[in-house]
């Protein structure tokens, strides 16, 4: 099979006018093309754009095209006719004077000379039976013999595949009983996601002749490359501020034992610590750093998904912002420190609500999450003792939150359709969050372990390296729990 002919394979656009065929060429193909206004016919010539191209020299082909017009007034002159078509595209219609026929003359020609399938588009927004142009559009389609695609675009931000199955459920039986209709689709220019690209070449795949099959499955298998390696890039991007964030950390003089109690005293209230100052600028020289890596991280993956913008300025107001303060301490001092915490947890539990824990707490011991009084707090200060001052980073949940951060930040950029322009960070669907947090706990033993490996010398590169593979496993699992029917691929091991 792999040694059959290569081809050239033509999928073309077509719609009413105004459903959006441009603005969803310009999400496949990753870049700007034609021109994209709020009006009727927009586009004026059915313009062809490569897709994708392999080494044997197969090549996709994705055609633009001019929107049906007076769809009604189309099919009833064509119902005259004995050979519709062909007394059709004979005809020479004013492209001033009888602007919806010339246009309509033109998406015809394309399909019937250029498509292998055709990609026809409604707007999903609408109830199909408000459709008036639905019935005469898909008698010129029937006409031409071409096997049809329906997609259903506009369909707003991003909803779960039970609701889009509804949907394409409704339309289908709008659509009736045609042969010629050989499926029909979720493809929204504004919220797809490329994994729902593999779903629609699997149907183009199945329509096409079974001559075309072998090259349609190399360009089809290049497509998934593509889209698999970017995938992978951005996985690779986005652990790499937080394996940074977890090796970061700044020193501070050891305060000895009576620094140590000055800092309990004024947790109480008692009193001003000195070293308030330099704990504060720690701090902010580990936030500021924090927000480069995340910055450029989001820019990054921005563009590894052929999107324009850059990170909003709101990105970091979705982080956990947290700090752990350690320092190298004894059995008595810890259970000294203890007593205090004990009774200042009700208030670390509700910075932890708010978001996470800052220097502000001012309790030295009380910025290890989790501590439970003298013993648990001791074992948590064994860990790092030896330093020679105390050691500010951040905290092990904190870079917990990092992941899930990380993970809805990902899907929001996976399903940015070029419609809706440069990128901008908005509101997250309501039911991707506790997905997101659910598949996170699912890996919470892997990434203690990996934050566990953070003493010492802390080896970036290797951090790096496991977090991006528990992301890609964590992101592959979120695709596939979102898009169940579709195959994404072999998940990495969790």
């Known amino acids: 099979m792999s ?12 719609s009413h006018t105004n459903a959006g065929k441009t603005t969803l060429a310009r999400t496949l193909l990753g870049r700007d093309v034609g021109e994209v206004r709020d009006a009727a016919h927009v586009t004026t010539e059915a313009t062809a754009y ?26 009833k002159r064509l119902a005259l006719q004995g050979n519709p078509i062909g007394w059709f595209l004979s005809e020479v219609w004013d492209r001033f004077r009888d602007r ?16 292998d399938v055709v990609l026809y588009l409604v707007a999903a927004a609408e109830s199909p039976r408000d459709a008036g142009y639905l019935e005469p559009e898909m008698r010129v389609l029937e006409w031409i013999g071409k ?44 919220a797809r996601c490329w994994v729902q690209e593999f779903a629609l070449l699997d149907l183009v795949g199945d329509a096409l002749p079974e001559p075309q099959g072998p090259a349609f499955a190399r360009l089809a298998r290049a497509w998934q ?25 700044e020193v501070l003089p050891d305060p000895g034992m009576k620094g140590a109690l000055r800092e309990l005293g004024r947790s109480l209230g008692l009193g001003k610590d000195d070293a308030e100052d330099a704990k504060r600028r720690a701090s902010e020289a580990l936030a500021a750093r924090l927000d480069a890596g ?72 009380g910025a290890v999450m989790g501590a439970l009084g003298g013993a648990g707090i001791a ?21 917990t939150g990092l992941v899930r951060s990380a993970l809805l930040r990902y899907l929001a950029i996976a399903h940015y359709g070029r419609g ?75």
């Open 3 to 14: 040694g059959a002919a290569a081809a050239s394979i033509a999928l073309s656009l077509i």
């Open 50 to 75: 490569p897709m994708i191209a392999t080494p044997e020299g197969d090549a996709l082909v994705l055609w633009d095209t001019p929107g049906f017009g007076d769809s009604a007034r189309l099919a």
């Open 100 to 115: 919806a026929f010339y246009l309509s003359q033109q998406a015809v020609r394309n399909v019937r000379d250029q498509a």
């Open 147 to 190: 096997p049809v695609i329906v997609l259903l675009n506009q369909t707003g931000r991003p909803r779960p595949r039970d609701e889009e199955l509804a949907d394409e459920a409704r339309w289908r039986e709008a659509l009736g009983d045609r042969a010629f209709v050989r499926a029909v689709t979720t493809l929204d220019a504004f």
């Open 225 to 249: 490359a593509r889209r698999l390696g970017q995938f992978d890039a951005s996985m690779a991007a986005l652990a790499t501020p937080i394996a940074d964030a977890a090796c970061d950390r």
């Open 294 to 365: 995340i910055r450029a991280s989001t820019d990054r993956v921005i563009s590894l998904n052929e999107l324009e913008g850059s990170a909003a300025q709101d990105v970091l107001a979705r982080l956990a912002a947290g700090t752990t303060a350690s320092a190298p301490v004894n059995e008595g001092k810890a259970a000294l420190m203890g007593g205090i915490v004990s009774g200042a947890l009700t208030g670390l539990a509700a910075d932890l609500a708010a978001g996470g824990l800052t220097f502000g707490a001012g309790v030295l011991a």
């Open 379 to 399: 074992r948590g200060m064994n860990a790092v003792r030896g330093r020679s001052g105390i050691v500010v980073r951040w905290d092990d949940d904190v870079l």
């Open 420 to 494: 809706r322009g440069g990128w901008v960070e908005t509101e997250y669907p309501p039911f991707w969050q506790p997905l997101v947090a659910e598949i996170v706990d699912e890996r919470i033993d892997a990434l203690r372990e990996a934050w566990s490996a953070r003493t010492g010398d802390c080896d970036r590169e290797a951090l790096a390296a496991r977090l991006t593979e528990l992301l890609s496993g964590a992101a592959r699992e979120a695709l596939d729990r979102l898009y169940p029917e579709i195959a994404v691929g072999a998940p990495s091991e969790k």
